[in-house]
């Protein structure tokens, strides 16, 4: 009876090249996990110092760790009769209001206010990481659109330029805005007369279509009249 070669087993080295060449292959076409990267969802706010930045992330890892408890509006939370609202909300809101009033305590109602509060010391930055806290998403909704002024006679907010350059752009911006999207009113208006009307619902989509275009029209309109009665002057 014969007997079966053994199979040689492949050198040291070799085994270990077939191994690597394995995970190599089976990572393919799939990314880091969160485990794997350590990067939080959150991005660590642009005023944490270099060195800070790590310390940041870990916290930030800490405060996204899965702790397998509900979490916003079905989280239970034991609270303080203390610091408990009252069941009349609108009273809380009064009795905050009169007490601002009586300490004569200044609210700001623009940027440029808020900027002039926080140089006379009314308000203080707070770090971004402390001993025993964190500030986690704070800020992250904040754009690059520029400041408004609160003009309390017209009831709008003015966006303010740094020149009458930005405040050019700005209105022939929205200028240029108008013509193309009059156009494609147009062409839907066009559209819809040529649809029967038992294509009601084709109708409707062409109607809600055209009412969008001319509100989008109105309003560039309306921010272009604004930005001229504040900055053609």
């Known amino acids: 009876m014969p ?7 492949p050198s040291k080295p070799r085994a270990l090249l077939i191994g690597a060449l394995a995970a190599f292959l089976s990572s393919c076409g799939r990314g880091p996990s969160r485990e794997e ?4 969802v959150e991005s660590p706010p642009a005023n944490v110092p270099k060195p800070d930045v790590e310390t940041w992330k870990n916290a ?16 239970k939370v034991d609270i303080p009769s203390e610091l408990r609202h009252y069941a009349n909300r609108h009273r809380f809101l ?15 109602r623009d940027y440029p206010e808020l900027v002039q509060l926080i140089r006379e010391g009314g308000l203080v930055e707070m770090k971004a990481l402390g001993d025993d806290y964190v500030l ?8 690059s659109a520029p400041f ?15 020149g009458y350059d930005e405040f050019e752009d700005e209105y022939n911006r929205l200028a240029a805005s108008i013509d193309p999207m009059a156009s494609q009113v147009a ?14 619902r084709r109708r409707a989509i062409l109607l809600s279509r055209i009412r969008a275009g001319e509100n989008q029209i109105a309003d560039a309109r309306k921010k272009m009249d604004r930005l001229a009665w504040y900055n053609q002057d």
């Open 3 to 9: 007997i079966p070669k053994r199979r040689a087993r």
């Open 37 to 40: 990267s350590k990067a939080p």
């Open 60 to 75: 930030a890892l800490k405060v996204e760790e899965d702790r397998h408890e509900a979490m916003g509006r079905q989280a």
């Open 94 to 108: 009064a009795i905050q209001v009169a007490e601002s009033r009586e300490q004569e305590l200044q609210t700001p």
């Open 136 to 143: 986690y998403g704070v800020g992250s909704s904040a754009t």
């Open 148 to 162: 408004t002024h609160y003009d309390a006679q017209r009831d709008v907010d003015v966006p303010l330029y740094g």
């Open 187 to 200: 062409l839907w208006k066009g559209e819809r007369s040529r649809v029967p009307a038992s294509q009601k």
